[in-house]
């Protein structure tokens, strides 16, 4: 997600939180928003709202048995302050830096989101990794970066000129003999792995692509990791349209629906993770 863009985001994501108290918690928002030497935040509690001196907007749940448990709620500040402290490797600014012209760089992971896949991939020691959607690489050498010099990762993209950009990065960074792009629909490439024996040799995969695709994606990818290991599906929060009744688009629906089958899924276990736009970690049991 973009600062920029965290603004509407979080002035919608209010909005929806407190109905009842629409008008002053956007009088509220906008003020944190244009005064930032001396913002206000606000909070909900059971129905009630007020400004605090602090800067951070918390949420609590409609639900008593919850009782007053505040969650952190992201601001254009907050979200700056998270980024400053991402340690951010040179090479992936520069590839982060140049996709932010192009077409489409809002499919780019943030990179916090790209920190946390490094870790998971770290945490599990995984040398076989898997990633459906490249775009222009950032995710994927994010990971390719912390693999073992014997690590291995298969990367999927369907557009051959990002894939092309990925791959340029992949030998700038000199990790490019550990990835395997494949230019091709993610599908048939999870298939033919398959077929060729390699079911149950994966450590790690990340998925993000076609959304509609995600159950699919997931089933083939859930016969490729081995157990303990982890597939982890991003965008899963969908700039919120998931917990929006007004919003009922096919996509929207689409990932409602996976969100749902994933939680019911007793193949594995499961944490989804409100950062970038939603990801979803799935550890196969
Ligand atoms: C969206 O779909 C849900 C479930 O079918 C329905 O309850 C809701 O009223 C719909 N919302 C709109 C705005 O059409």
Same mark, same amino acid.
């Given at each position: ?13 209010? =909005? ?14 906008? @003020? ?13 509690? %059971? ?26 709620s ?18 992936l @600014?520069?590839?982060r ?20 896949? *490094? ?6 020691? *995984? ?17 390719? !970066? ?19 950009? *990925? ?15 494949? %230019? ?17 040799? =994966?450590? =790690?995969a =990340? ?13 083939? !990818?859930?016969e ?12 899963? !929060?969908? %700039?919120?349209?998931v *917990? ?33 736009d ?8």
């Open positions: 997600m973009r600062i920029g863009t965290a603004s509407s985001s979080l002035w919608l994501r209010c =909005f929806y939180i407190f109905p009842c108290q629409a008008a002053l918690a956007t009088s509220m928002v906008r @003020r944190s928003l244009t005064i930032p030497t001396r913002p206000s935040a606000f909070r909900s509690d %059971h129905g009630k709202c007020w400004c605090s001196a602090s800067p951070s907007v918390v949420v609590v749940a409609d639900d008593k048995s919850y009782g007053d448990k505040q969650v952190i992201m601001t254009p500040a907050l979200y700056k302050y998270i980024l400053s402290n991402v340690r951010e490797p040179l090479i @600014r520069q590839l830096e140049e996709t932010a012209s192009m077409r489409g760089s809002q499919m780019q992971v943030s990179p916090d989101q790209a920190q946390l896949l *490094a870790m998971l991939v770290q945490i599990l020691g *995984a040398k076989r990794c898997i990633e459906v959607g490249v775009y222009t690489g950032y995710s994927s050498l994010a990971i390719a !970066l912390v693999l073992p010099e014997s690590g291995y990762l298969v990367a999927c993209e369907r557009d051959a000129k990002s894939l092309d950009m *990925a791959k340029r990065y992949y030998e700038l960074a000199g990790v490019a003999y550990k990835v395997d792009a494949i %230019h091709g629909l993610a599908s048939d490439t999870l298939k033919s792995l398959i077929q060729n024996g390699e079911s149950c040799s =994966f450590d =790690f =990340f998925v993000d692509a076609e959304k509609k695709m995600n159950q699919e994606y997931f089933e083939l !990818l859930l490729l990791v081995r157990i303990g290991g982890v597939i982890v599906i991003d965008n899963v !929060l969908w %700039h919120g349209k *917990a929006d009744p007004m919003v009922n688009d096919t996509k929207t629906i689409s990932i409602r629906n996976f969100n749902q089958r994933l939680m019911e899924d007793d193949r594995v276990s499961i944490s989804m993770v409100p950062i970038g939603g990801m979803t970690i799935c550890r196969k049991r």
